[in-house]
């Protein structure tokens, strides 16, 4: 619509110009050949902007030809992304669902579609290794690669997965640290990293470089659980006493403040030959502060003084005379140094709080050693049966 409006307007620029024109404005000959042109001078500017006006006709004609192929050749491929996307989406669906071939075939669909989404290569390379085939899987992982080389990190996080599920730990380990090599600080590659020295027990390197490093990358909930699993770990394969010091002195002072650590800590030096030792560091511990989780421990730990143990949970059970695991504990102590009316007392109070096929087993025992086998075989009954419904 503007160009008709502004050849409209040239026209009638001309018309104007052509009223200030002389009478006789002259003409112009145009000779070609031996053929010679006469015409006006009006009439020749008049052919001049017609020709003019044709030639920016067709050369917008052209123009708009051009742009239509282009934005033809866009449309397809627009048209084409939107179905590998669709495509992506059904089938991330279908692995969600466990659909692994029908996952595969929208996979291949959107690879047809656009090869250049390296998304669609990632999910082919899942469905195969949840068919089982590592060929497959390879090879959408290689294409991949070769497709989106910026997407190292994305396609060798997926292949570091794929590795650790099918338990090949070494592998896995490999890419990964070619991964943080690229991406020191990744959240994704520390995750992966943790779970890799869990599987292949490098609890030593948890403890001094991915746990740190973890946490200054990302607070994450699991890292104080992991940590603890990972000094429970080592302090359970340490076989001297030099080397459970080793362990513990380079332990966090609030980890050693953990009721699951101390006892760690404890077995070890039982372990390795020096019960005495782990029996006064509970003790101290018990005193500062009396947790239940550490008692049954401190009660299995051979002490130099046995009495001196006694006489110690008895004292905390003065100040928790309904602790379970007091009374459990002390009834254990009891049985031991044949004090049978004692420890029936404990374990009844401790069976009217908390019934266990355990607890069930030493009061049979204290009724054996004083004389009572009636009362005996209904404990032992009612333990069976309790360890038959709560499987304990």
């Not at 279908?94 to 690879?111: P, R, V, Y």
């Not at 010091?245 to 800590?265: C, D, K, N």
């Not at 009217?352 to 086998?373: C, N, R, T």
Request: glycine share 6%; with cysteine; net charge positive.
């Amino acid at each position: 619509m503007r160009y008709a409006l502004l050849g409209i307007a040239v026209l009638i620029v001309v018309v104007i110009g052509a009223g200030f024109l002389p009478e006789d404005p002259g003409f112009v000959v145009l000779s070609y050949g031996t053929k010679l042109v006469r015409m006006s001078f009006v009439l020749f500017v008049l052919l001049l902007l017609a020709c003019g006006m044709v030639v920016f006709l067709l050369l917008w004609l052209l123009g708009r030809l051009i742009s239509l192929r282009a934005r033809i050749a866009g449309w397809r491929r627009q048209r084409r992304r939107a179905k590998a996307r669709e495509a992506l989406e059904r089938g991330y669906r279908a692995l969600a669902e466990g659909d692994w071939a029908h996952a595969d075939k929208l996979f291949q669909q959107g690879i047809q579609a656009d090869a250049g989404e390296p998304l669609l290569y990632l999910g082919a390379a899942r469905a195969a290794e949840a068919r089982q085939d590592p060929i497959g899987r390879d090879t959408w992982l290689t294409q991949a690669r070769e497709t989106l080389p910026d997407a190292e990190l994305a396609i060798g996080l997926r292949q570091a997965e794929i590795a650790l599920a099918a338990a090949a730990a070494p592998q896995a380990r490999a890419i990964l640290d070619r991964l943080r090599h690229l991406a020191p600080k990744n959240a994704e590659v520390l995750r992966l990293l943790r779970a890799t020295c869990v599987a292949t027990g490098a609890w030593q390197e948890l403890l001094d470089d991915v746990i740190p490093t973890s946490r200054r990358v990302q607070a994450v909930a699991e890292l104080d659980q992991l940590e603890r699993r990972a000094v429970t770990a080592l302090l359970a394969d340490a076989t001297t006493v030099d080397r459970v010091e080793s362990i513990w002195e380079r332990m966090p002072r609030a980890l050693r403040r953990e009721p699951e650590v101390l006892g760690a800590y404890a077995a070890a030096l039982l372990h390795a030959g020096a019960g005495g030792r782990a029996e006064a560091i509970l003790r101290k511990q018990l005193q500062r502060n009396p947790d239940a989780a550490l008692i049954p421990t401190y009660c299995m730990l051979p002490g130099d003084d046995p009495g001196k143990q006694q006489r110690f949970l008895e004292e905390l059970a003065r100040s928790r005379p309904d602790d379970p695991a007091l009374l459990l504990a002390l009834g254990r102590l009891d049985l031991a140094r044949s004090l049978w009316g004692s420890a029936r007392d404990r374990l009844q109070r401790l069976l009217a709080q908390q019934p266990s096929a355990e607890a069930y087993q030493l009061l049979a025992q204290a009724h054996e050693g004083m004389k009572q086998p009636t009362e005996a075989a209904a404990c032992y009954r009612k333990g069976l049966q309790l360890a038959a419904t709560r499987g304990v």
